[in-house]
């Protein structure tokens, strides 16, 4: 695939989003990103089933404010755009929430809130740069694995969890050069897939 054709593939997706009638684009849109939105969310510390409301809240804002967005490689990149609708909804959501507890529970909803906004939101764009960064890799890894020999596969996963060069050799009845050598090739198969993805989701 061409640089041109790679930077067209993610323009194409998000103009097909600005038409509410095209449904294919949406699901394409929530497979790619909705794994990135929630897990942003939790990072954030909120509960399982809150953020999953909130994730869903999100993509409901994107779908009405897509055509806000204007797609420029040269500016801010479009996961940033998506952390800072998640900020606002975020934001949205726990002052509507406290509206409708109350007693105890409101003020755990208060306290928690406050904690979120004061030590958590102002700083989004580095959560979402570390989120981003953890999301696309498990996107290039999903992309790439079938394609790879099976022990070049267990050697990334050894690798990736610090296992020792000598010990992923024996437990995979293989030399050490050979270790190396899988790990380089794998290495430079993710790097390639990453820099794809990033050129068109990002």
Known sequence: MGEENQYQTRVTLLAK???TENHEAWLEFETIYRGFILSLILRMGINADDAED???AVLTKVWQ???DFEYNENKGKFHNWLAAMTRNTVKDFFRTKKNFITGRDSVEYQEQ???IEE????DIENLAREEWVLHITNLAWDNIKDDIYETKREVFKLVSAETPTKEI????GISEASVRVYKAEVFE?????ITRL????G
């Open 17 to 19: 989003l600005k038409k």
């Open 54 to 56: 909130i994730s869903q």
């Open 189 to 193: 198969k993710m790097r390639a897939e």
């Open 65 to 67: 404010k897509i055509e």
């Open 113 to 115: 809130y406050v904690s």
């Open 119 to 122: 030590q958590v939101l102002p």
């Open 169 to 172: 050799a024996q437990q995979l």
């Open 198 to 201: 990033n050129r068109e989701l």
